[in-house]
């Protein structure tokens, strides 16, 4: 068992900069698959970015050259940085670890944060 404590979020205006952090309980975890979801009121949870435990990253389209996602091993810590904001990444974002298939956007992963807020405004 892991628990995953997403923090970073809040409000910025358009074009703004956040990063997320997902820091996890136990060591070990951060070396696997690990990614970063979001879900806006009234559509269902999308993928953003991933992370496998050979660091080869996958991105959703609407985010790429916007977002990059990261790990730090040693802190057991994943990270988002979220630059050119726009108000359509407004949503509750989640941390998720440990895929059950094969690492990606459309992974099915075995723990989950509680989520941090973004709100861009225009």
């Known amino acids: 068992q892991v628990q995953l404590v997403e923090s970073g979020g809040g409000s910025v205006q358009a074009g703004g900069s956040l990063r997320l952090s997902c820091a996890a309980s136990?060591?070990?975890?951060?070396?696997?698959?690990m990614g970063w979801f979001r879900q806006a009121p009234g559509k269902v949870r999308e993928g953003v970015a991933t992370?496998?435990?050979?660091?080869?990253?996958s991105y959703a389209d609407s985010v790429k050259g916007r977002f990059t996602i990261s790990k730090d091993s040693a802190k057991n810590t994943l990270y988002l940085q979220m630059n050119s904001l726009e108000p359509e990444d407004t949503a509750m974002y989640y941390c998720a670890a440990f895929s059950l298939t094969t690492c990606g956007l459309s992974a099915a992963f075995a723990y989950w944060g509680q989520g941090t807020q973004v709100t861009v405004s225009s």
């Open positions: 136990r060591a070990g975890y951060s070396r696997l698959c």
């Open positions: 992370i496998g435990s050979d660091d080869n990253t």
